[in-house]
T-cell receptor, first 115, second 111 residues
Framework: GENVEQHPSTLSVQEGDSAVIKCTYS??????FPWYKQELGKGPQLIID?????GEKKDQRIAVTLNKTAKHFSLHITETQPEDSAVYFC??????????????FGQGTTLQVKP | NAGVTQTPKFQVLKTGQSMTLQCAQD?????MYWYRQDPGMGLRLIYY???????DKGEVPNGYNVSRLNKREFSLRLESAAPSQTSVYFC??????????FGSGTRLTVV
């Protein structure tokens, strides 16, 4: 089955700097890669996702890149703000005919943005 | 809009006790999922239901059972709780596998 590895486990940056979180996956059939943000005491929330037919996707200060050949994808947050402090999870899934869309998650990255 | 509602939010059980975690969604989603979250291990899939009437095992199903009561509700049952089941449990739903919506979680402690 799919296995997703996420690094680093913790990341501390100064406000205004960029943050990068990286994930690798094992199943070449995976074709959907979402990122979730989890604030303290809450459930994870989808912040951005990418499908395998796209190499990069941006939404304001966040972007995700995908390298299918190397089986890795990354989350980039620019101009970080204190409210970006949270736990971030990557995930992978094989969505297609006959597949149920179950997501396999990475271990999570705790991002701290220092004012 | 409520989204995904989980009850209870907190629970303490003694070893060997049983309980059912409830989950309901009001978004007309076909698929529903149960995950557990443990420090350093991310979210691990326990069981899922791709559509009403079907359920399948995930990565860590041992010690759990599920029921897809109808399209809205998906419950998780611990028949004989063990300390290793101390965790935060999340229910999620999705229409097609994209864009999961998660509940706010149930924090379970087994003593």
């Amino acid at each position: 089955g799919e296995n997703v590895e996420q690094h680093p486990s913790t990341l501390s940056v100064q406000e205004g700097d960029s943050a990068v979180i990286k994930c690798t996956y094992s199943d070449s059939a995976s074709n959907y890669f979402p990122w979730y943000k989890q604030e303290l005491g809450k459930g994870p929330q989808l912040i951005i996702d990418i499908r395998s037919n796209v190499g990069e996707k941006k939404d304001q200060r966040i972007a995700v890149t995908l390298n299918k050949t190397a089986k890795h994808f990354s989350l980039h947050i620019t101009e970080t703000q204190p409210e970006d402090s949270a736990v971030y999870f990557c995930a992978a899934s094989d969505l297609g005919s006959g597949n149920t869309g179950k997501l396999i998650f990475g271990q999570g990255t705790t991002l701290q943005v220092k004012p | 809009n409520a989204g995904v509602t989980q009850t209870p939010k907190f629970q303490v059980l003694k070893t060997g006790q049983s309980m059912t975690l409830q989950c309901a969604q009001d978004m007309n989603h076909n698929s529903m999922y149960w995950y557990r979250q443990d420090p350093g291990m991310g979210l691990r899939l326990i069981y899922y239901s791709a559509s009403e009437g079907t359920t399948d095992k995930g990565e860590v199903p041992n010690g759990y059972n599920v029921s897809r009561l109808n399209k809205r509700e998906f419950s998780l049952r611990l028949e004989s709780a063990a300390p290793s089941q101390t965790s935060v449990y999340f229910c999620a739903s999705s229409r097609t596998g994209f864009g999961y919506t998660f509940g706010s979680g149930t924090r379970l402690t087994v003593v």
